[in-house]
């Protein structure tokens, strides 16, 4: 099961003053939306924790163009950011909270998370995750997010990203880079995360537990 936490959330900033209607509608929808995502994503990764939690916030650091940003906080809790200056709550909800799920629900999975998850020991522990948790959003989710389409020079991006330390800034090669480049880790992630799929036949769900360095292998990619 999942459970849906709004204690940081306060009607004005949900909707406009007076529109508890809105209100109920927004918190209705985000709940409606998790418990239904939540029982198609069991079935593909039914190691997850048997009870899951989904703390809703809003607030304006999202992605520009969903309006929202998920995180994997622990093996059991999600955090959903929505802008409610971007639009109706309930119908950013009804349009990416689904997709959001699947993501961060495969990095729960993984133990990709902010607390209780294993001592990162590469740069590319996150490159890899955010790759195969951005192909389990897209094939079994159905999701298109920009940040899963690459060209052919992904390739040269994942001969970056092997060189960098644990510790490089994490900001700047997964979101946006001082050059402009956008989202370099999950571009870069998702194609090791395709060419891992297409060698091995297995699917991003199967390999929500495989190790960095096997994954790569996969991929024909050397660390």
């Given at each position: ?51 899951m939690e989904l703390d809703v916030q809003v607030g ?164």
């Amino acid at each position: 099961m999942i459970r849906c936490l709004f204690a940081d959330i306060d009607g004005i900033r949900l909707a406009p003053k007076g529109a508890a209607l809105a209100i109920d509608g927004a918190r209705l929808a985000i709940c409606e939306v998790s418990e239904s995502t939540e029982v198609e994503v069991r079935r593909l990764l039914p190691m997850l924790a048997p009870e899951m939690e989904l703390d809703v916030q809003v607030g304006t650091r999202v992605i520009p163009e969903t309006g929202e940003l998920g995180a994997a906080v622990s093996p059991r809790r999600i955090s959903w950011t929505v802008d409610a200056s971007r639009g109706d709550v309930a119908s950013i909800a009804r349009r990416q909270l689904r997709f959001t799920l699947f993501h961060e629900m495969h990095h729960c999975a993984r133990g990709w998370v902010f607390r209780g998850g294993a001592r990162r020991t590469s740069f590319m522990d996150g490159v890899v995750a955010e790759g195969l948790a951005t192909a389990f959003e897209r094939d079994a989710g159905g999701s298109r997010p920009p940040w899963g389409q690459y060209t052919a020079e992904a390739k040269e991006w994942v001969a970056e990203l092997v060189k960098l330390p644990v510790s490089a800034p994490y900001e700047q090669w997964m979101f946006r880079h001082p050059d402009g480049r956008r989202w370099i880790g999950y571009r870069a992630g998702t194609y090791i995360a395709d060419r891992a799929i297409a060698a091995s036949g297995f699917s991003a769900a199967d390999l929500v537990n495989v190790a960095t360095s096997e994954v790569m292998r996969m991929a024909g990619i050397g660390q």
